[in-house]
């Protein structure tokens, strides 16, 4: 389990999300070259299909509401989805809640 946690990065998604990944609220996914977001959205999207209509459109692109960091930096403010990951790192994804 050492070596695969080593291999991979921590996601981390609000419980609204957790719900529709078995209640999951944080995630070791396991990086493959050359690992982006994108790629590690992919793979939690193969795992929870109802997660990946949440997070990304018909496009593919990640929905407004919905925010990204890596290592607490936006992705919108590094190469968005593109954006390299490396093992260890952690991706936090938030979903803005509407209300009033």
Partial sequence: MAEEE???VTVVVPSLLAKVMD????LQ???EEPATVAGVLDRLAADYPVFGRRVRNELGDIRRYVNLYVDGED????DGTG???RPGQELLIIQSVAGG
């Fill in 6 to 8: 080593a291999r991979s």
């Fill in 23 to 26: 209640d999951q609220r944080e």
């Fill in 29 to 31: 996914v396991g990086l």
């Fill in 75 to 78: 992705i919108r403010g590094l």
């Fill in 83 to 85: 954006t390299h990951l």
